[in-house]
């Protein structure tokens, strides 16, 4: 599928890898704008009265259809340089999706606060600050599972997870539909409150499965690491001490946190029961 067609010319390749090289930066481009309209979007709800219009509503929408679209101009330009899409763009995807969910939906219930809304502000908020938390548990876990990787040789990925899916359009629907009229009518206000907890759930849900995915890698990791002492070899090949500790240091490192469990049992409580099954050992 990636692998450049040998019967094509030379001029030829070269335009495609030209072509593929613009597209990946209008990607990157996308997503650097992403991030530009969704602090434009919070600007504007702060400081000016556009909040909770019909214009509103567009810009909101705009910002987030250039989600697809960069995600579109990214694999088609990967395809045409003969290589999948790159982990670096889908980290900077990733992080302009959760800074762009912040700007808009943090000013959004700064809004409501200053409207006296504060159920409605308290419930975005609380999606908010549950992300946040679930944000930095998973990131935690992630920079250990490189570090597993970068010692085994080996990389750590996981694989699709449906609910994180599930939780992008979920917050897209909640910041486009707070953004709208709809927000000033009290039922409509309830909607958004039950879209904001939905969005909660679904946080907490997909970092369990992020959180089972990567420790069931760093699992394996350890075990290839894992020292082994020559009881019946007839070489008198002991283990290099540095390999003991650095297997010993990453096996502290690989316990179960606190707030790791804590997150599990928010999963379980909300119909995920895989949450937990895969814990790497502990030294």
């Known amino acids: 599928m990636y692998i450049t067609n040998m019967d094509r010319t030379a001029a030829e390749n070269y335009r495609r890898i030209q072509r593929g ?3 990946q930066r209008s990607a990157d481009a996308l997503c650097h704008a992403r991030r530009i309209g969704g602090l434009a979007v919070g600007t504007l709800n ?3 009265p556009y909040g909770r219009t019909l214009a509103a509503t567009a810009a909101v929408m705009t910002v987030y259809a250039t989600d697809k679209l960069d995600g579109m101009l990214a694999r088609r330009g990967a395809n045409l340089l003969g290589r999948p899409t790159t982990p670096e763009g889908k980290k900077l995807d990733q992080s302009v999706d959760k800074q762009t969910h912040l700007s808009i939906a943090g000013s959004q219930a700064i809004q409501a606060y200053m409207r006296g809304q504060w159920v409605f502000g308290t419930v975005i908020m609380g999606n908010l600050i549950v992300q946040r938390w679930r944000d930095g548990i998973v990131n935690s876990k992630r920079e250990l599972a490189a570090q597993v ?9 996981t694989g699709s997870i449906p609910s994180s899916q599930r939780k992008l359009a979920a917050q897209a629907a909640a910041d486009i539909g707070t953004e709208s009229p709809l927000a000033e009518l009290a039922s409509g206000r309830a909607a958004l409150g039950v879209t904001h907890c939905v969005c909660t759930k679904l946080s907490i849900t997909s970092g369990a499965e992020v959180l089972d995915q990567l420790n069931a890698g760093i699992k394996d990791g350890l075990k290839i690491l894992q020292p082994r002492d020559p009881v019946d070899s007839q070489d008198d090949v002991r283990p290099d001490p540095e390999d003991s500790e650095l297997w010993h240091e990453l096996s502290l490192l690989a316990q179960t946190t606190r707030s790791e469990r804590l997150l599990g049992r928010f ?3 909300l119909g995920y029961q895989d949450a937990g099954q895969s814990l790497p050992e502990t030294a």
Request: hydrophobic content about 50%; charged content about 10%.
């Open 21 to 23: 090289n613009r597209l």
């Open 46 to 48: 702060l400081f000016t």
């Open 267 to 269: 999963a379980c409580l």
């Open 149 to 157: 990787a970068l010692a085994t040789g080996e990389p750590i990925h």
